[in-house]
């Protein structure tokens, strides 16, 4: 069966397709949905349970581990990534096997509920109930902060409020959440010295103020023939009415208001949980996330229509800052990798232009627009993503897209200068060709198949490329093998022969000049094979000092700021020192915007970042500039002022990395053992040695420093005989500083806790511990609690525990502030390392190291499966073991070419370089494919050997070199793309190299392998 043959004899059919894949296309790639980033499964969930008033150490042993246990028996379970334990709080990240994709994980997220349900009965009093959080992968790419000079953080949530209502109901929006709201509460402080004076207990406080925020049942009665319900007005409608409740049972049996003993007002949780501020002012932040699989853009535009219906609603003075709107980034993404799209087109087409003609450049550049548009066709169908992987494919698959047509046009050019009618010599083409083609192109598929089966998030995150690849690929040889060679017959034309004569188009000097050339090589076979080989061996040397790294920077026009002061410091300390240097940030030139989140990372608005966990510790400012380009020039300045003016502080300025990563450094050293004093003791010898490299920055460790902690020592006897004990002694002490919840307010939608604590001058104070009273039931009065507390001692603890697969685990972080994390890792591990473990004990590198060690694993484990079929394929192509041997030697040459791309330009060897690296063996198969199916074929004419060998090399020298030279210069767009350099250079670098290495090992290696005697020989 001949494709071209049946394209000549249907060609209505044929004209048919073509009009159907360009419009198809073009309709296909505007209905298309667009994100910034791929869209990758997180699948972890966490399990946070509360266990208030536990130290850390308690809640490990008491609360996480149990869950662990639990949890540890799930068969989908990969790893208990990560434990916290917190004083009054347990954290632990659970992590799901790789194979468990989007529609899998929910069912997994129900057995781990049911197991973490499971085990509540056995967690202690006052512990849980726990909560799974199986959603906080959601990406809200839509980021806004409200801030309104003169309104209070109620005014502002109410309009959070209201805007998430109107929000919700927007096509293509999934989630709308706010942050950052500071949650109301009524705060009752008690006077200390009245109540002890009436006989009042908080007690008796807190048991009126909870029977009034009840809701009470109140029946219904028949009225007539309908049934009434009854529904007793609220008994306060403000809280300042509060101060009306009489309060009885005080000494001497008076009544009084709760006004005359108790202070009562409305305010703000302390301390908040976090704080959310946007440009130097105190806001809430709106998150609005998309559905999956939609279309980022077109919700982006639907909510910028109902914000602007919605203006006059808004409070005036009430402004909408932007943090990240991800619509106008993947706008501004798209179009820019369209341009180097159609940069890289041109490009092509100019090319072939100038080495084929114009006719022939023209003719196959629409052919690549064809193959192209008609991708869009068949990804669209797939459900694929404009983002930022899969246009970066299209761009590194353009060269490839017209290799098949280059051939095939080729070939017929030559049969028709020999005289072969146009029709002819198509089907001709087509006859010899189709197969070996189909071989090659699935060879060059077949080199990024690896990635497009790796199961872990950077093959997922990079899976677009293998799709995008399979399908243009494979539409370019259907292209190539019916549309081509009928539109080539059609419109292509030679110079007719003179006087009869057949002109051999390969009679030139400068095929004359590679043709002796090679024969020279094949000749002097064994000192051409040393040279090859001493490169080669070069070659490898030198990539050896290549710079590795996982994935390369970001180019969006933000970065982060990372603070960190001492473990255990107030919120409103953070805050304090954050203010201040937001100041400094915005007095900056080219910063557009500061977004600040203290307490907790902020929402995840972009699927690569990773927020750090709730630390009252930490704060982390979104700096946003004018052009990403400034970035570099303002990181230092930065990084220095926080050095200098807040020496307390860990301080970190560094920009997004593009792909999947984990939280914390670059670089990680883990230290697992039972004693959390020896855990301290290596982690620290090794933070040392951190901080002495002279690149290392943000040195710190997860547990932080040890905590104060002050511990009332309890008069066992004396508390007996008053009736007292810990819990009791405990309320009087949160009582006495932080509050107590004692019941709560209604107020419309809003449940506002009523808090019971003391006032300003007491609970600010810490040596009013002294003065705190207690009520003694024995007594029946208040008494002071140091008559049943006999000192105060102050003890260090650690208030962060974490673990890793149920053993205590400390990590030391550590980033590179100017090179690479790889090299900061490389000048320290040997000294690390070198550090003595005790018996028990033992170390682990986690970070970029770990990220980049999963994600090649995960791919060599995927590869072999496909080496081997590409093996076999070009066994049955030739059905010959020594041809197969001759290709795959050539394929380890591809190292040259790299090598000297990357050291000349200082770029790294990054996982997408490694991409790059895998699609050039893929290209190297395919040309040395070409050739050898070319020698086979003058052979089978009746051709001599070695005549057929230098033929071979001589008809196939133009094809194979234009094939290389429009896939290298088509990647000319993407060296100056942060994101794709590095595979580029890689590709380009390494194709072009090779291709002058095939042109003339293949040959060589070839005349070696079958012993074939030398030109002079024969001569």
């Not at 049996?253 to 301390?271: K, N």
């Not at 009430?318 to 180097?340: C, H, K, N, R, Y």
């Not at 084929?356 to 196959?364: D, E, H, K, N, S």
Request: net charge negative.
């Amino acid at each position: 069966m001949n494709l071209a043959k049946i394209a000549f004899d249907h060609s209505v059919v044929t004209w048919m397709f073509i009009f159907l894949l360009v419009v198809g296309g073009l309709v296909s790639f505007s209905g298309m949905a667009r994100l910034e980033d791929p869209e990758f499964t997180i699948k972890d969930a966490v399990v946070v349970t509360p266990y208030p008033g536990a130290s850390a150490q308690e809640v490990e042993a008491e609360v996480t581990d149990r869950i662990e246990k639990a949890v540890q028996e799930m068969g989908q379970l990969k790893e208990i990534y990560e434990s916290t334990s917190y004083r009054g709080l347990s954290v632990i990240k659970f992590r799901m096997k790789d194979k468990y994709d989007l529609t899998k994980l929910p069912q997994v997220w129900d057995e781990l509920r049911r197991k973490v349900g499971d085990v509540q009965v056995e967690l202690p009093p006052g512990a849980g109930p726990s909560v799974v959080n199986d959603d906080f992968g959601d990406v809200y790419g839509i980021f806004a902060a409200l801030t309104g000079e003169g309104y209070t953080m109620a005014e502002l949530k109410d309009v959070a409020e209201m805007l998430r209502k109107e929000l919700s109901l927007v096509t293509g929006v999934s989630r709308v959440e706010f942050f950052g709201d500071q949650q109301e509460v009524i705060y009752v402080e008690p006077d200390r010295d009245r109540m002890a004076m009436l006989g009042i207990s908080s007690e008796m406080i807190a048991g009126e103020l909870r029977a009034r925020s009840l809701v009470s049942n109140s029946g219904n009665v028949v009225v007539g023939s309908e049934r009434v319900t009854l529904d007793p007005t609220a008994v306060f409608e403000t809280p300042e009415e509060f101060g009306k409740i009489v309060l009885s049972n005080t000494t001497g049996g008076s009544q009084i208001y709760l006004r005359d003993v108790a202070t009562i007002s409305r305010g703000y949780q302390e301390p908040p949980e976090f704080i959310q501020r946007f440009d130097g002012r105190a806001s809430v932040a709106l998150g609005i996330s998309t559905v999956q699989g939609g279309n980022v853009v077109v919700m982006g535009e639907a909510i910028k229509v109902r914000m602007a219906e919605l203006e006059e609603r808004m409070p005036i003075g009430v402004e909408i800052g932007i943090i990240a709107m991800q619509p106008d980034a993947v706008t501004a993404s798209i179009s820019g990798f369209l341009v180097s799209l159609g940069q890289a087109v041109v490009i092509v087409i100019v090319v072939l232009l100038i080495f084929m003609g114009l006719r022939t450049g023209l003719l196959i550049g629409f052919v690549l627009f064809l193959t192209i548009s008609g991708s869009f066709v068949f990804l669209s169908a797939q459900g694929v993503i404009l983002e930022r992987i899969s246009l970066g494919a299209l761009i590194i698959a353009l060269g490839m897209l017209v290799d098949n047509a280059i051939v095939v046009t080729d070939g017929m050019l030559i049969k028709m200068e020999k005289g072969t009618k146009a029709k002819q010599a198509a089907i001709e083409m087509v006859a010899q060709t189709a197969i070996p083609l189909l071989g090659a192109t699935a060879i060059a598929i077949l080199a990024f198949a690896a990635i497009g089966t790796s199961q872990d998030k950077t093959g997922e995150y990079t899976r677009s490329l293998y799709t995008v690849i399979l399908v243009s690929l494979s539409l370019s040889w259907v292209i190539a093998m019916t549309i081509t060679p009928m539109l080539a017959a059609k419109f292509l034309k030679v110079k007719p022969a003179k006087d009869g004569k057949v002109i051999d188009p390969y009679d030139t000097r400068f095929y004359h000049g590679y043709r002796s050339f090679l024969g020279g090589a094949i000749r002097m076979r064994w000192l051409t094979m040393g040279i090859v080989v001493v490169i080669f061996v070069v070659s490898v040397m030198g990539f050896g000092t290549i710079e590795g790294a996982f994935f390369p920077n970001s180019s969006r026009n933000q970065f982060l700021v990372e603070y960190w002061i001492p473990q255990g410091s107030d919120i409103r300390a953070t805050e304090t020192d954050v203010i201040e240097i937001e100041e400094h940030i915005l007095a900056m030139d080219g910063v557009a915007h500061v977004a600040t989140t203290v307490g907790k990372g902020a929402i995840r608005f972009l699927l690569t970042y990773n927020a750090e966990k709730s630390n009252n510790s930490y704060a982390v400012m979104l700096v946003e500039v004018d052009d990403y380009k400034q970035i570099d020039v303002l990181k230092p300045k930065i990084q220095e002022f926080m050095v200098a003016n807040f020496p307390q502080s860990i301080p970190t300025v560094k920009r997004f990395i593009n792909g999947p990563a984990e939280p914390g450094g670059a670089v990680q050293f883990k230290v697992i053992g039972p004693d959390p004093v020896v855990l301290r003791s290596v982690a620290d010898q090794a933070r040392a040695i951190f901080q002495a490299d002279f690149d290392a920055f943000g040195v710190r460790l997860d547990w932080g420093d040890r905590v104060p902690v002050v511990r009332p020592v309890i008069a066992t006897e004396q508390a007996n005989l008053a009736g007292l004990s810990r819990p009791e002694i405990a309320v009087a002490l949160q009582e006495g500083f932080l509050g107590k919840t004692i019941g709560v307010y209604r107020e419309g939608i809003e449940l506002m806790p009523i808090v019971m604590r003391a006032p300003a001058p007491d609970r600010l104070d810490m040596a009013s511990i002294h003065n705190l009273q207690i009520w003694s039931p024995t007594a029946g009065h208040m008494i002071p609690l140091t008559q049943v507390v006999t000192g105060f001692e102050t003890v260090w603890e650690d208030q962060v525990i974490a673990r890793n697969n149920r053993r205590r685990a400390i990590t030391v972080f550590a980033d590179a502030e100017f090179g690479l994390a790889t090299s900061l890792m490389s000048r320290t591990r040997p000294l690390i390392d070198a550090i003595e473990l005790p018996s028990g004990y033992e170390t682990a590198w986690w970070g970029e190291f770990k990220s980049t060690a999963e994600a090649q694993a995960s791919l060599g484990a995927a590869l072999p499966p496909f080496i081997l079929m590409m093996i076999i394929i070009v066994i049955m192509l030739f059905n010959s073991m020594k041809q197969t041997i001759v290709i795959w030697l050539v394929v380890p040459l591809g190292i040259v070419g790299v090598t000297v791309g990357l050291l000349s330009t200082g770029l790294p060897f990054n996982f997408l370089a490694l991409l790059g690296f895998l699609s050039l063996i893929g290209m190297m198969i395919k040309n040395a494919i070409v050739l050898i199916d070319e020698i086979n074929s003058q052979v089978a004419d009746g051709v001599e050997l070695l005549d057929a060998i230098l033929g071979a090399g001589v008809s196939r020298l133009r094809p194979v070199a234009m094939a290389a030279a429009t896939t290298v210069l088509g990647m000319a767009p993407l060296f100056t793309d942060p994101f794709f350099n590095a595979l580029a250079m890689t590709v380009a670098a390494g194709l072009t190299f090779a291709t002058v290495l095939t042109m003339v090992v293949v040959p060589v290696l070839y005349a070696l392998i079958f012993r074939v005697p030398s030109p002079r020989k024969q001569g």
